[in-house]
């Protein structure tokens, strides 16, 4: 992967495009876009090979976009956070299959407890990107407000299309979790 990058970042270079003094920069950015690329690409396929490929592109949006404003746990390196993201994903495919009627149950209450758990806690910082007042602020709003969102989507589609609706709530329980996890990670 190293060898791509920095194939690809050399081209630019050379192009005059980008410069050189920044080359460690953008092949350190370019391996970490190619390997989320490729990350992102196999759950996909994963989900459509197991016939949850729907439930799979809801699971990649909502996580992907609710954590950047929430934060929580994060592996200590690339290879970990691919793991983990694995991991997470399968146990959200477990989750909608072996909980889909209790979660569809209770619903309304799950999502409120996933809410509460937002208000309180997002965003969860990291002691390697420590966030500002004002751009804290901004997330905790951000997180909060999608959250609606979802909270939303998952009354609107309940009745009609209640795997969609399970598929949001459980993507909800493991951002919740993972806010946990990572505030207790840093000891808060």
């Keep these: 992967m190293r060898k791509i990058t920095a194939r690809i970042v ?17 092949e350190y950015g370019l391996e970490i876009l190619i390997e989320n690329v490729m990350l992102t690409v196999f759950l996909l396929l994963s989900g459509v090979m197991i ?8 699971f990649l949006f909502s996580f992907c976009w609710l954590r950047r404003f929430c934060g929580g746990y994060h592996a200590k390196t690339k290879r970990g956070c691919h793991i983990a993201t694995f991991i997470t994903y399968i146990v959200f495919l477990l989750g909608i299959v072996a909980f889909y009627k209790v979660v569809n149950k209770y ?3 799950i999502y409120f407890v996933c809410l509460l758990i937002l208000i309180v806690y997002a965003p969860v910082q990291h002691k390697n990107k420590v966030l500002t007042e004002s751009i804290c602020k901004k997330n905790r709003i951000k997180a909060i407000g999608y959250t609606l969102l979802f909270g939303s989507i998952i009354y609107i589609f309940k ?8 598929a949001v709530l459980a993507t909800l329980i493991e951002v ?4 946990i996890i990572g505030r ?3 000891g808060d």
């Design 184 to 186: 207790r990670e840093n």
């Design 159 to 166: 009745f009609k299309l209640p795997m969609v609706s399970v």
């Design 107 to 109: 619903m309304f209450a």
């Design 10 to 26: 050399r081209f630019f270079i050379e192009s005059k495009v980008i410069d050189e003094t920044d080359q460690e920069i953008y």
């Design 176 to 179: 919740a979790l993972l806010m």
């Design 51 to 58: 016939g949850k490929g729907i439930e799979t592109c809801i």
